[in-house]
């Protein structure tokens, strides 16, 4: 009695799901070339390149008209629950089973709702942003990224629904979100003050991910990130710092700020404020002064990075060079070894420090050594200074 009562249900369901399917697929859809808008958007997930190629040019061709159908498959949902009717479809008769397989296709609402991703990315601006929003809690995860891809391409017009779903409790969601602002760059500036709350969130990789982009908004993602500086927490200063530096020139407008972090009380901030304002900007007054005074640190870490930083202000580092030449009697190897190859890299202005070089060729430390003997090789051979 069960098994025929789980028949009768399945029997019933088929029968609703054909009614079902009858009305979604009787809704106007445009067509083009005699094709549905649901059969060119499958070719989007075709192996073949030439087949997605003409299935792109077809979907630009269709256009906003294509947009109503597409969201209807986005909000699509298998028509039949599996696992029940795999079970019973061995009693159903066999005309049956071939009709709602072949016919139906109860099972492909996943494939549909990718493919319907897909065909709003090719649409681009011409899409509506808020379905490919729902898009991100799609319960299959690669439909949820293939949405934020797509939302990422539309740019701009996408971006505050973006900075919505920063702060969504699903952390997938907040990731995707962060990924499809990473690809905007300076048009999601908007998004800097969320971002910034990001930085606190409760997973690592979100905290990471909000980093990253915020070094990629500009002057907007800049300003943010120079405000977060003054946080109590270290390990947040360290990392704001290095983003800085993965900036480089583009983050020339934190140079106070990075010369300022070189007093902090940590030492793990004065170390990466002063390998970050050699990549930043070194070639300042205030930046070399600020420098300098690094070399005299207590902890050895940031004397050595101080030292590098100084060489790579080149020739306008000159001033340094006393400063350098003590740096090359520190206790610590690092620090004489970075202190000789800054020195090279001043160049014909640190000829100064020549007979100290040649000291050092008998340092008990071979990267001093060999540091040591470069410098003086490009000191020797460099034209003397105006």
């Given at each position: 009695?069960?098994?025929?009562?789980?028949?009768?249900?399945?029997?019933g369901?088929?029968?609703?799901?054909?009614?079902?399917?009858?009305?979604?697929?009787?809704a106007?859809?445009?067509?083009?070339?005699?094709?549905?808008?649901?059969?060119?958007?499958?070719?989007?997930?075709h192996p073949?390149?030439?087949?997605?190629?003409?299935?792109?040019?077809?979907?630009?061709?269709?256009?906003?008209?294509a947009?109503?159908?597409?969201?209807?498959?986005?909000?699509?949902?298998?028509?039949?629950?599996?696992?029940?009717?795999?079970?019973?479809?061995?009693?159903?008769?066999?005309?049956?089973?071939?009709?709602?397989?072949?016919?139906?296709?109860?099972?492909?609402?996943?494939?549909?709702?990718?493919a319907a991703?897909?065909?709003?990315?090719?649409?681009?601006?011409?899409?509506?942003?808020?379905?490919?929003?729902?898009?991100?809690?799609?319960?299959?995860?690669?439909?949820a990224?293939?949405?934020?891809?797509?939302?990422?391409?539309?740019?701009?017009?996408?971006?505050?629904?973006?900075?919505?779903?920063?702060?969504?409790?699903?952390?997938?969601?907040?990731?995707m979100?962060?990924?499809?602002?990473?690809?905007?760059?300076p048009?999601?500036?908007?998004?800097?003050?969320?971002?910034?709350r990001?930085?606190?969130?409760?997973?690592?990789?979100?905290?990471?991910?909000?980093?990253?982009?915020?070094?990629?908004?500009?002057?907007?993602?800049?300003?943010a990130?120079?405000?977060?500086?003054?946080?109590?927490?270290?390990?947040?200063?360290?990392?704001?710092?290095?983003?800085?530096?993965?900036?480089?020139?583009?983050?020339?407008?934190?140079?106070?700020?990075?010369?300022?972090?070189?007093?902090?009380?940590?030492?793990?901030?004065?170390?990466?404020?002063?390998?970050?304002l050699?990549?930043?900007?070194?070639?300042?007054?205030e930046?070399?002064?600020?420098?300098?005074?690094?070399?005299?640190?207590?902890?050895?870490?940031?004397?050595?990075?101080?030292?590098?930083?100084?060489?790579?202000?080149?020739r306008?580092?000159?001033?340094?060079?006393?400063?350098?030449?003590?740096?090359?009697?520190?206790?610590?190897?690092?620090?004489?070894?970075e202190?000789?190859?800054?020195?090279?890299?001043?160049?014909?202005?640190?000829?100064?420090?020549?007979?100290r070089?040649?000291?050092?060729?008998?340092?008990?430390?071979?990267?001093v050594?060999?540091?040591?003997?470069?410098?003086?090789?490009?000191?020797?051979?460099?034209?003397?200074?105006?």
């Amino acid at each position: 009695m069960k098994k025929r009562r789980l028949i009768w249900v399945v029997v019933g369901l088929t029968g609703l799901a054909v009614v079902t399917a009858i009305w979604w697929r009787s809704a106007s859809a445009p067509t083009y070339q005699g094709r549905t808008i649901t059969a060119w958007a499958l070719d989007m997930q075709h192996p073949s390149p030439e087949v997605r190629s003409n299935a792109e040019v077809a979907l630009r061709v269709m256009g906003t008209d294509a947009v109503p159908s597409l969201v209807r498959s986005l909000n699509r949902r298998d028509i039949l629950p599996k696992g029940p009717f795999l079970s019973v479809a061995p009693k159903l008769p066999l005309w049956l089973r071939r009709f709602v397989v072949r016919h139906l296709n109860p099972f492909g609402a996943s494939q549909e709702r990718l493919a319907a991703v897909s065909a709003m990315a090719v649409l681009g601006t011409n899409a509506p942003a808020e379905p490919l929003l729902r898009a991100l809690h799609d319960p299959e995860r690669h439909i949820a990224a293939q949405a934020a891809t797509a939302l990422g391409r539309m740019g701009a017009p996408a971006a505050a629904g973006l900075v919505r779903k920063l702060d969504d409790p699903d952390a997938y969601v907040r990731s995707m979100a962060i990924y499809a602002l990473s690809m905007m760059g300076p048009a999601a500036s908007e998004a800097a003050p969320a971002l910034i709350r990001r930085l606190k969130d409760s997973q690592p990789n979100i905290r990471a991910q909000a980093m990253y982009v915020l070094g990629r908004l500009g002057k907007a993602g800049l300003a943010a990130l120079v405000g977060v500086l003054d946080t109590p927490d270290e390990t947040l200063r360290v990392e704001v710092i290095q983003t800085l530096g993965k900036m480089r020139t583009q983050a020339r407008d934190a140079a106070p700020a990075l010369i300022e972090a070189t007093k902090d009380r940590a030492p793990a901030v004065r170390a990466a404020a002063v390998e970050a304002l050699g990549v930043v900007w070194p070639i300042s007054a205030e930046s070399i002064s600020a420098l300098r005074a690094a070399l005299k640190d207590d902890v050895e870490e940031v004397r050595a990075k101080a030292a590098k930083s100084i060489g790579l202000a080149s020739r306008l580092a000159g001033g340094a060079v006393p400063d350098l030449i003590a740096a090359l009697e520190d206790g610590d190897a690092r620090v004489r070894a970075e202190a000789a190859r800054a020195l090279g890299r001043i160049g014909s202005v640190a000829q100064l420090a020549a007979p100290r070089l040649r000291e050092k060729l008998e340092d008990e430390d071979e990267s001093v050594r060999t540091n040591a003997l470069g410098a003086l090789e490009i000191i020797e051979q460099s034209p003397p200074p105006d």
